[in-house]
């Protein structure tokens, strides 16, 4: 029987965003009382734009060489952080996140051409449209949903520009802990670039986790999931 890798491709974010957002999921923790919240931990949460499922040698290899392609081939988009929302909504949410504001279509823009290069080495259209967004917590399952007044009035969000640092293949291994996410392959932006083609320093792109290095457990899987 082929061995299969469960994989999915996403937009990661550098590390003083994830500091931001952890000081943000804190706030939010504190004011669950009653409610049965599981949260992303800080250190994995990513911008999900293509979700494979299981894939076998030759699927993972050409899903490899499409985020190969990209590698150095693209700048920084020009993006910031936007307001708190949930899935399916405010009244009953399920899945709590923060928005990501895209003004020129950027974001969107490195989104679709990475999509495009899976689609030319074989695979078909993503079956979810992306949709820019930083999951922070689920509800569990069969618990009940948090009052979304008292979780998030007064709060203050992150402001400023959020730093897509890589496109990334991930391999996510099912435990009952949770999946733990290796990165298979990473494609980084153009030497120099930074957001609007400014200069940057390269040191400060590098995601954490290099190829093979597992970098958490969470699960991934809503519209696009961040």
Do not use: C
């Not at 290796?182 to 153009?190: F, N």
């Not at 290095?213 to 696009?224: M, N, R, S, V």
């Amino acid at each position: 029987m082929a061995e299969l890798t469960r994989t999915f491709a996403a937009l990661t974010i550098g590390s003083e965003d994830r500091e931001s957002i952890a000081r943000l999921s804190a706030a939010m923790r504190e004011r669950q009382s009653g409610t049965d919240l599981k949260w992303v931990r800080p250190e994995i949460i990513h911008l999900t734009f293509r979700f494979f499922g299981d894939l076998d040698r030759k699927q993972l290899g050409k899903a490899s060489d499409a985020i190969r392609s990209l590698d150095r081939d693209f700048a920084i988009p020009d993006v910031a952080y936007g307001e708190l929302g949930a899935f399916p909504s405010k009244r009953r949410p399920q899945v709590i996140w923060l928005g990501v504001v895209d003004p020129r279509g950027e974001l969107a823009a490195l989104a679709a051409r990475a999509d495009m290069a899976i689609r030319r080495v074989g695979f078909g259209a993503a079956d979810k449209p992306f949709v820019a967004h930083l999951t922070l917590a689920r509800v569990g399952r069969g618990r009940r949903s948090p009052a979304w007044d008292l979780l998030t009035d007064g709060l203050t969000t992150p402001n400023g520009p959020l730093r897509i640092t890589s496109v990334t293949l991930f391999k996510s291994d099912l435990r009952p802990q949770g999946p733990l996410y290796t990165p298979l392959e990473v494609a980084r932006p153009r030497e120099g670039t930074g957001v609007g083609g400014t200069a940057v320093d390269e040191k400060r792109l590098r995601a954490p986790g290099g190829p093979g290095d597992q970098i958490g457990t969470e699960k991934e899987g809503e519209p696009a999931d961040g």
